[in-house]
Structures are given as structure tokens and as C-alpha cells.
């Protein structure tokens, strides 16, 4: 398939700059597998669509306050650095701009100098390896303490609070960018869905910006993924097990967390086991999905890999009308827009 067969019209109107309040009252558009029924609700109703013995499985990851701004050392011209991946130690893999600055040996200040950096390598993908020092505090208090959330692109407001950018249940900190669906859950929500009987499980996915990079080659196959680190831990993989034995929904909230379990179930001959590692899954039309049976997710961008995602779980010519229609109906698109659940 190509990539322009991905891409459909959003007046910018309809991109969301941001969070709605509360949380679960977010649009939602139910879109059924079996019968193509379309339906328009509030996130709030999955406690009427969610039955005892379905299972939502949630990415508990933590977005780190990952852009930074500084300046260069010897000329005190302004760089911005955009943390990507934890190397080890203090070895980060970052995003500079502008990247003609951060020459391999460039040292940049941040933070009026509570931060230093030093370029050790600069990556065939043009990305830089960045060993970061400083003296005294933890890496992660000074990030805290200078750094701003990485909101994307096509969201120009300011934050009121940095939280807006977390899910309730974050924990694990690490991510470029934040599992977006997930921002629809408030802990009571959680809660009445655990006392209706419906599993709520946690696994970590730490979101790179390489998720949500432009696909530039037309023909999608020649696409390339960037690689994610996950960890499923052992009482998620049961629950998992327990749901699927007893005939219940394994449902995935967002496509991190899909594409975390449809990458251990392609290695682990369908089994989903407590387990950690490396994933460059690309999920696209014609793919073979051995593990959910739902997902929720948001509107995504035209042409992106999390809307051929959607595709190969809902259909091609499917998500693209409902695309159609959730323009028509106004939804909310984006990180802090409207939600669909597919099942």
C-alpha cells in the first residue's frame, strides 16, 4: 500500500491544544468488528460497553520533561536538545536543533550551567549521542528543574500543569511522548471498572519519537520502525493468560501498549510471558494479530503508522470512513483530542 492512501482532510480547527476536563469526558466513538455499527458516546461509557472478564491493558510509562534549552559553549549560540533513549550512565541518544551546531566534540550549557553536554557521535539517522555532567543533584531532579514536556508539533499552547501530559497511572519514567490514550482514565473509572469485574493490567512501553516520525517512503513496506524498550511483568502476562482461558477481551489501551503485546506474541509463538526487550514491530494492513481483541486509541495523523495501525486492526476502507465521520461529527483529533474503542 502507499502512504497517500493514509492521508484524508483535517480542518485545523479540529486539532485539540488541549486536555479536556474531566478526563473521561472525552468523546468516544465505538466502532464493532463484526457488524460496522458506528456508534458516538463519552468515554465514560465503556463501563456500559467493558463486561466482567474483559481485560484492559494499560502503559504505565512516565514522559520525561525531555526538551531542553541551552546554548553553545564557545559561541553562545541557542540549541535545543530533544532526549530520546537512556544509552547507560549519562550517555543519552538526543534530537539537536539546529544540527549543523552539535558537531561531534560540541559542549553546550544548559540551565545557566547546572547542565553541561558534550556531542560524542553523530548518528547515520542524524540523531547525536550526548554524554550529559553535572555536579551534585540527580540527572532526573535537574530535567525537573530546566526541562519542558515535549509536547508535539501541532500543539501551541502552554501547559497549565505538567500533569496534563501524564496518564493518572504513570509510573515508569522514561518516554519522549506520552501514550495518549490513556489520558482518558480517571482513577475512579479505573476503579468502578475493577469493581465491574473488567482486569486492569500494566505494562511499560517507553514511547520514542521515532513512533510518531513522518513515513517519507510511498511505499509503506519500506517503511522502517525505530526501536522501544519494553517490560510485560509476570502478573500482567497472567492476567492476560487468565482473560484469554476464560473467554474474555484482551484489550489494548493505545497503540504502545498493542504493539508491545503483538510483538511478544509474534516471539513467543502466540503465548504472552512475563519478558523484556526491544521492539521495531510496523503494524500495517495484512497484518496478523495473535493477541488483542479491542483497542482504544485517539484520532491520529494522516499518512503516520498509528493510523495504519488502526487500519490493519479495523480495516482500511473502515477507518477510513469513520475518519470521514469523526471530521463530520467534530471530534477532537490528536494527543489531547476524542478517543475510538474498536471491537
Known sequence: MKKSDFYYELPEELIAQHPIEPRDSARLMTLNRQTGETGHRHFYDIMEILQPGDCLILNNTRVLPARLYGTKEDT???VEFLLLTHREGNLWEV????????????????????????????LPDGNRLAQFSYEGNNFYEILDQIGQMPLPHYITAELTDNEQYQTVYSKELGSAAAPTAGLHFTDELLDRLRAKGVGIG?????VGIGTFRPVKAENIE???MHSEHYWM???????IQDTKKQGGRVIAVGTTCCRTLESIARDHNGEIC?????????????FSFRCIDGLITNFHLPESTLIMLVSAFYGY?????????AVKEKYRFFSFGDAMLVV
Open 274 to 286: 512475563a519478558c523484556s526487550g526491544w521492539t521495531d514491530i510496523f503494524i500495517y494492513p495484512g
Open 233 to 239: 511483568p509476570e502478573e500482567t502476562a497472567q492476567l
Open 76 to 78: 553562545g549560540a541557542r
Open 317 to 325: 476502507q473502515q477507518t477510513m470512513d469513520a475518519y470521514k465521520v
Open 222 to 224: 519500506d517503511h522502517h
Open 202 to 206: 500494566f505494562l511499560t512501553l517507553h
Open 95 to 122: 534530537i539537536t536543533g539546529p544540527g549543523k551546531r552539535a558537531k561531534q566534540g560540541a559542549r553546550f550549557s544548559f540551565g545557566d550551567g547546572i547542565l553541561h553536554a558534550e556531542i560524542l557521535e553523530v
